[in-house]
C-alpha cells in the first residue's frame, strides 16, 4: 500500500513536469551515427562526409544523433540516522520518494535504473534495468529493507559503485551526509548530538571518493534532513540515543541560548557541505522531510 501510494503521488510530478527536465539535464554518452543526406545551405561544413561527396559529385553530410540510453544509479544511505523523522515522514521515507521521482523520470526515457543500499558496507546491489515492476521494486527495497548494520561508509559505496558501472552513468547519492564526529560542547549543558561545523564538514576519504566518482560519472548529491536536527524543540530535558553509535546522550533544549547556539552550529555546518559540494564541482540538492520537494527538485532542474 505505502509503494502504491508513492507511486501515485510520483507519477503526477514525473508526469507534468520532472520528466521533461530529466531528459534535458541528464545527457547520454555520446553521438550516434544516424544517416548521410544532401547539404542544405546553413549545414556545418565540418559535417559533409567527403567519401559520398566524392561519389555523388555534391556535398551529403554526416547526421548524428544523441546517444540516450543512460544507467542511473541510486546509492541510498540506510544507516541508523535515516530512520529519524519528526513529522509524517522518516528521511528514510523521503529518499524513497525522491528515487521514486528520479527511477520514473528515467524509465520514461528508457533509461536504465540500479540500486546500491549501504550502511558501513554494501548492504544490497540491484543491477540496472528497466521497466516498471523493476522500479517498484527499487522502491520497496529502500523502504523496507533491514540493514544488518547502523554506520556510514559513503566511501566504501561508491568504490563499488565504480567496480559495478563500466561505463559513465548518473550516480545519484541520497543521504543526510551526516558522518561520525566529536560532540559539540556549549554552556552548561553536557552534550549536544550535533556534527562539528568544521571548515570541511565531510572527512578527507569522503571527499578523495565523491572527487572520484565524479570525475568518472554524473554524480548528484541529495542531502536529506529533519527540522529538529537543524533546531532543537523547547521541550525540556531530553535523554537521546545515536542511532548508529548507540551513545546516549543528555541534552537540555528548555534554554533559549543553547538552542540558538545548537541552530547557528547547524547554519554553519549545512553551509559548508554546501561549499564543500560546489569545490568539487558536484550539484547537490537539499531536502527536509518537513517541506514539499517538488519546488525544490524544480529549481534543481533549471539550475542544471
Known amino acids: 500500500k505505502k509503494i502504491r501510494q508513492i507511486e501515485i503521488r510520483t507519477n503526477r510530478l514525473v508526469s507534468e513536469s520532472v520528466s521533461g527536465a530529466y531528459h534535458s539535464v541528464f545527457k547520454g ?16 561544413v565540418r559535417a559533409i562526409d567527403w567519401n559520398v561527396t ?3 559529385n555534391h556535398p551529403f553530410i554526416k547526421k548524428f544523433v544523441e546517444e540516450r540510453e543512460l544507467t542511473v544509479m541510486l546509492v541510498v544511505d540506510l544507516s ?4 529519524f523523522g519528526s513529522g509524517e515522514q522518516s528521511k528514510r521515507e523521503l529518499a524513497a520518494e525522491i528515487a521514486s521521482v528520479l527511477a520514473f523520470s528515467a524509465i520514461r526515457n528508457n533509461d536504465k535504473v540500479g540500486l546500491v543500499l549501504f550502511s558501513d ?13 523493476h522500479v517498484l521494486r527499487v522502491i520497496r527495497e529502500i523502504l523496507f529493507f533491514e540493514p544488518k548494520r547502523h554506520g556510514t ?6 568504490h563499488f559503485v565504480s567496480r559495478m558501472l563500466p561505463h559513465k552513468s548518473v550516480v545519484v547519492v541520497l543521504s543526510d551526509f551526516l558522518e561520525a564526529r566529536a560532540p559539540v560542547r556549549f554552556g552548561s549543558g553536557r552534550m549536544t548530538v ?35 536536527e537543524l533546531e532543537l524543540p523547547a521541550l525540556g530535558r531530553l535523554v537521546l540515543k545515536d542511532a548508529e553509535t548507540g551513545e546516549v546522550v543528555e541534552i537540555q533544549t ?19 557541505l554546501r561549499r564543500s559540494f560546489r569545490t568539487m564541482g558536484i550539484d547537490s540538492i537539499q531536502l527536509r522531510t518537513d517541506q514539499p520537494y517538488s519546488a525544490a527538485l524544480g529549481k534543481f532542474f533549471d539550475t542544471r
Open 153 to 158: 561508509d559513503l566511501p566504501g559505496a561508491l
Open 54 to 56: 566524392a561519389r555523388m
Open 121 to 133: 558496507e554494501v548492504e544490497k546491489f540491484i543491477p540496472p534495468r528497466k521497466g516498471r515492476r
Open 80 to 83: 541508523g540516522s535515516g530512520l
Open 29 to 44: 554518452q555520446g553521438m550516434n551515427f544516424d544517416e548521410v543526406r544532401e547539404y542544405q545551405p546553413g549545414d556545418d
Open 254 to 272: 528548555g534554554n533559549a541560548r543553547q538552542r540558538a547556539a545548537f541552530a547557528e552550529q547547524q547554519t554553519l555546518f549545512q553551509n559548508a
Open 194 to 228: 550535533a556534527p562539528l561545523p568544521a571548515a570541511e564538514p565531510l572527512a578527507p576519504a569522503t571527499q578523495v571518493a565523491l572527487r572520484q566518482a565524479h570525475r568518472r560519472h554524473d554524480l548528484v548529491a541529495v542531502q536529506i534532513t529533519d527540522r529538529y
